[in-house]
């Protein structure tokens, strides 16, 4: 074994896992924690794992994440027992791995959080999507999350990260970039950075939509899984049907409308955030269609009529909150998203904000499907 093994193997060790430890090995591209899979066996079985490092840098509380997310799986697995007979599908949830000690994670010598959690069996995560059909699963399984979740005391969560999706936030700390002496140059030097400024500017009073809507009551928090991309949604390799939603550690009390917009923007957008080629960004609506039909079936036990009236204006938002993000952080030179170029995060935003351009364009055709699937 290399030093780097060796270390995760004692690492490993320190979670009540039977059996003898045959490898560990980093998977995933995942943006935040380090993530390994660790295989462990014995005479008649194979068990695997997944150990992970929590990112302190964007978690900066990480005995809080487990404290949610002990609370969110002790909850759903009562849960799926409960009703397990009766649902079409095996549906499933990650389960924590305690320490030898009875503890849910691991601090290691440099204070490094540590965790080990079961791992999704025979099922895949996909980075793009395979079609309308895939579409409508991962929308099941996320209108599924949503209701298994419907019923929890979201006072008892922790917000990992506060601020999170508050787009008008999102908003003052752009027009702060743009008073800066650096975030004004940046936007003088291109001319295509100021085209993004006027989209920007054209869509200031739409910002606050879904926090007004909150603040009259129209809205109510639940619990939202804060991350919903198509890469989060395990699709059953052998039935094809999605099976559970993974990457828990932003769950927190929010709108089900953010996941909603946010699972659309990333599904219906085949060309993917790191198209050079504008003209391909598209929003499609066969993809759309699908996923409001599995997620819209899914979700007749907790949606209200109010509920589904917001959904449209949150695809608009979020989609347009990622490109603005992406735009400050290009403006603030690039100190928060990774880039492999000066120019990333400028095309990421541009990238965008066609996606929404593309979806406002689509209203009508979106709120028709909408009310279809109602």
Request: net charge negative; hydrophobic share 40%; charged share 25%.
């Amino acid at each position: 074994m290399t030093q780097d093994s060796l270390e995760l193997s004692v690492l490993v060790h320190k979670f009540a896992i039977k059996g003898r430890l045959v490898t560990v090995f980093p998977v995933g591209g995942g943006n935040i924690n380090d993530t390994y899979i660790a295989i462990f066996r014995n005479t008649f079985e194979e068990q695997q794992v997944i150990l992970q490092r929590i990112n302190a840098n964007v978690f900066a509380n990480p005995r809080k994440i487990m404290e949610n997310l002990h609370y969110i799986t002790q909850h759903s697995h009562e849960k799926l027992e409960r009703e397990a007979d009766g649902a079409d599908r095996v549906w499933q949830m990650p389960k924590i791995i305690q320490t030898w000690e009875g503890e849910d994670f691991y601090t290691g010598i440099d204070g490094s959080c540590w965790r080990v959690i079961t791992k999704i069996p025979s099922a895949t995560a996909f980075d793009k999507p395979q079609g309308p059909e895939h579409a409508g699963e991962c929308g099941a399984a996320l209108a599924h999350f949503h209701s298994l979740l419907s019923d929890l005391d979201i006072s008892r969560l922790h917000d990992p990260l506060p601020g999170f999706h508050i787009t008008p936030g999102y908003l003052e700390k752009y027009d702060a970039t743009v008073d800066s002496e650096a975030g004004r140059r940046r936007l003088n030097a291109s001319m295509e950075a100021r085209r993004l400024a006027k989209i920007i500017d054209d869509r200031r009073d739409f910002v606050p939509v879904l926090q007004k809507a909150i603040a009259d009551g129209s809205l109510k928090k639940r619990v939202m899984h804060g991350d919903p991309k198509i890469n989060n949604i395990m699709i059953d390799d052998f039935t094809g049907k999605g099976t559970a939603m993974i990457d828990l550690d932003t769950v927190s009390p929010g709108l089900v409308q953010y996941d909603f917009g946010d699972a659309v923007r990333s599904i219906c957008n085949p060309a993917g955030e790191e198209e050079l080629n504008l003209n391909r960004v598209v929003f499609d609506m066969d993809l759309f269609e699908a996923f409001a039909r599995g997620y819209l079936a899914q979700a007749r036990d907790f949606l209200t009529e109010t509920d589904r009236h917001y959904l449209f204006p949150a695809v608009r938002l979020i989609t347009f909150e990622l490109g603005l993000r992406f735009f400050q952080d290009y403006l603030a030179g690039s100190v928060y998203f990774k880039t492999r170029s000066a120019e990333q995060n400028l095309n990421r935003a541009r990238v965008q904000f066609r996606l929404c351009e593309s979806i406002e364009s689509r209203e009508r055709m979106i709120r028709a499907v909408l009310e279809k699937h109602d």
